[in-house]
């Protein structure tokens, strides 16, 4: 295997016998021989459209397909056998209806589009040769997997926008003709550097997107107080992303007696005016994903994962029977809940009855975090905020947002908090809020000088405050306003928020802990010339940088 997609990449260089987050070789070598497919299936896809055919099985499934392969998403090395056996069947579908309708066969020259077996044997020999080592030039290698991993993340918000009826056309049709542009040795350095600020374009798109999907369905996230102490009745932990899946549990556990707690990603569900009408919703337990080996040994009552991040659990965890899957994620042994169906909803019934049989949560912390900062929040403190800036009260906004990990060189995020003079103020979103949420930080005359927007999808909030403020300030620039960009970053959604936050010409931006292995030399020095991307040193160094 060869795997170098996320920040805890061994050596920070490329992960060849098992993956840092527990992926095995196998399953590694599945998840690229998928992607090689599903580059094969838009080599199709592209050519139909431009004939007028739209396929939503295509689109759906080529969505799916990228989910499924980020980070500490799916482990489970037989769903992947099945989805490539699935991707075979469609590949030849699309491919005989594009010579049906008159598609010259001869011009689609990429092997992924013809290659073929059943032979779960075959297909691991295969899966070894079609990874990111593949291509040779390292430049061109790296171009080529910046703008995949921007992709996965745009299919990661795609699929949760999709759950709740909301898809844009365009978005789709722009993931399927990127992953054909990065089998084309023709692209120069130039293109595929064009290539990568467009995904970063549509992550614009697709977070917006996502916005409108959650927004319209559950309102706008308020201010809210979570509480993270518990009760004492049977509870179901409900960790990931997807709204979607929450709302189905919140309504099916109504008048069961089991109550529901968010863990790490899903904590932002607490914000949303729609799911605070449910009495067992009791608030959120322990922190970030990859305490999750302690957190839920101590919760005592089933977890339901809806997206990543999943560790897998050690030998001796007690917690393993209790875990459930659902959605793009997965893991060998874990019961996973099947997908909804003819517009039915998901069926959690044998997560609540696990949770019935199960003792009540121990307590491992009390007291309340503030939260729920999200753009039409923060506008309608406009004017405190505004007030607060041109009087001095706040001199600098820091984006802090982004990913967690367990590696301990990522202290450096709390020790960052914590040295930040007193008038200044974090945006935040993602995980890697977890590093300072619960730090008594203070407030700025009434303004919490942490400013939570939610997701790591809700970044897109955290843009488009900033676009109000460069309005409100009538700057010329954006980089002209009081804030800076100290962002963590983790895996693949965290790659398209930085994309993202580039093509809406944000510069600047210190990324770490490290500088993705993704980077070649060549690559990384066009980012530090073109858009002043950096690394982090030392608190002291940087809060110099920063505030001198």
């Known amino acids: 295997m060869?795997?170098?997609?996320?920040?805890?990449?061994?050596?920070?260089?490329?992960?060849?016998?098992?993956?840092?987050?527990?992926?095995?070789?196998?399953v590694a070598n599945l998840q690229d021989l998928l992607v090689y497919l599903c580059k094969g299936i838009s080599h199709f896809s592209v050519r139909l459209r431009e004939m007028g055919v739209e396929s939503a099985e295509v689109n759906k499934f080529v969505t799916d397909s990228l989910f499924m392969t980020i980070t500490n998403a799916n482990f489970d090395r037989e769903r992947?056998?099945?989805r490539v056996n699935q991707a075979i069947d469609l590949r030849d579908s699309v491919r005989d209806l594009f010579i049906s309708k008159g598609g010259k066969i001869d011009e689609i020259t990429f092997e992924g589009a013809y290659w073929s077996s059943r032979d779960v044997s075959v297909m691991e020999q295969k899966a070894t040769e079609v990874g990111v080592l593949s291509t040779e030039n390292e430049d061109v290698r790296s171009l080529r997997e910046l703008t995949i991993y921007g992709l996965k993340g745009v299919a990661a918000y795609a699929e949760h926008a999709f759950n709740l009826g909301h898809e844009q056309a365009?978005?789709?049709?722009?993931?399927?003709?990127?992953?054909?542009?990065?089998?084309?040795?023709?692209?120069?350095?130039?293109?595929?550097?064009?290539?990568?600020?467009?995904?970063?374009?549509?992550g614009v798109k697709v977070m917006a997107l996502l916005d409108k999907a959650n927004t319209s369905a559950y309102g706008n996230p308020e201010i809210t107080k979570v509480n993270l102490g518990v009760r004492n009745n049977p509870a179901i932990l409900i960790s990931g992303h997807d709204l979607k899946d929450m709302e189905e549990l919140l309504k099916?556990?109504?008048?069961t007696g089991v109550d529901v707690y968010t863990h790490s990603e899903m904590l932002p569900a607490n914000y949303y005016p729609?799911?605070?009408?449910?009495?067992?919703?009791?608030?959120?337990?322990?922190?970030?994903?990859?305490?999750?080996?302690?957190?839920?040994?101590?919760?005592?009552?089933?977890?339901?994962?809806?997206?990543?991040?999943?560790?897998?659990?050690?030998?001796?965890?007690?917690?393993?029977?209790?875990?459930?899957?659902?959605?793009a994620s997965g893991f060998p042994g874990f019961i996973h809940i099947k997908d909804r169906k003819d517009g039915k909803t998901k069926d959690f019934s044998a997560i609540i009855e696990h949770a019935r049989r199960c003792a009540s949560p121990t307590e491992i912390e009390t007291g309340e975090i503030i939260g729920g900062f999200a753009h039409a929040q923060v506008f309608a403190l406009a004017d405190?905020?505004?007030?607060?800036?041109?009087?001095?009260?706040?001199?600098?906004?820091?984006?802090?947002?982004?990913?967690?990990?367990?590696?301990?060189?990522?202290?450096?995020?709390?020790?960052?908090?914590?040295?930040?003079?007193?008038?200044?103020?974090?945006l935040t979103a993602g995980c890697a809020k977890y590093r300072y949420n619960k730090l008594p930080l203070g407030d700025i005359g009434g303004i919490p000088r942490v400013l939570d927007a939610g997701q790591c999808n809700d970044s897109y909030s955290l843009a488009v405050i900033a676009l109000k403020l460069k309005e409100i300030f009538n700057a010329n620039d954006i980089n002209e306003l009081p804030i800076a960009y100290n962002i963590a970053w983790y895996e693949?959604?965290?790659?398209?928020?930085?994309?993202?936050?580039?093509?809406?010409?944000?510069?600047?931006?210190?990324?770490?802990?490290?500088?993705?292995?993704?980077?070649?030399?060549?690559?990384?020095?066009?980012?530090?010339?073109?858009?002043?991307?950096?690394?982090?040193?030392?608190?002291?160094?940087?809060?110099?940088?920063?505030?001198?």
């Open 80 to 82: 992947f056998v099945t």
């Open 170 to 202: 365009d978005i789709y049709s722009f993931m399927q003709k990127a992953l054909v542009d990065t089998t084309d040795d023709s692209l120069s350095a130039d293109q595929l550097t064009a290539l990568v600020l467009e995904t970063g374009a549509h």
């Open 274 to 327: 729609a799911f605070k009408k449910y009495s067992q919703f009791v608030g959120n337990y322990g922190s970030s994903w990859w305490r999750q080996t302690q957190d839920f040994e101590t919760f005592n009552g089933p977890v339901l994962f809806t997206t990543n991040c999943i560790v897998p659990p050690k030998s001796t965890a007690t917690y393993s029977d209790r875990i459930y899957t659902t959605g």
């Open 2 to 26: 060869f795997c170098y997609q996320c920040q805890e990449t061994a050596k920070n260089s490329g992960c060849t016998i098992k993956g840092v987050c527990g992926k095995s070789a196998d």
């Open 384 to 426: 405190k905020i505004v007030d607060a800036v041109k009087s001095g009260a706040i001199r600098k906004f820091f984006v802090m947002a982004g990913c967690d990990g367990r590696m301990k060189d990522r202290n450096y995020y709390t020790e960052f908090a914590e040295a930040l003079p007193k008038d200044t103020v974090i």
């Open 492 to 548: 693949q959604k965290a790659v398209i928020v930085l994309l993202a936050l580039l093509s809406l010409g944000v510069k600047n931006i210190h990324l770490g802990p490290t500088l993705p292995a993704f980077l070649s030399p060549n690559v990384a020095e066009v980012l530090v010339k073109n858009f002043g991307i950096a690394g982090i040193k030392s608190v002291d160094e940087d809060m110099k940088l920063f505030l001198g």
């Open 252 to 255: 099916q556990t109504e008048g």
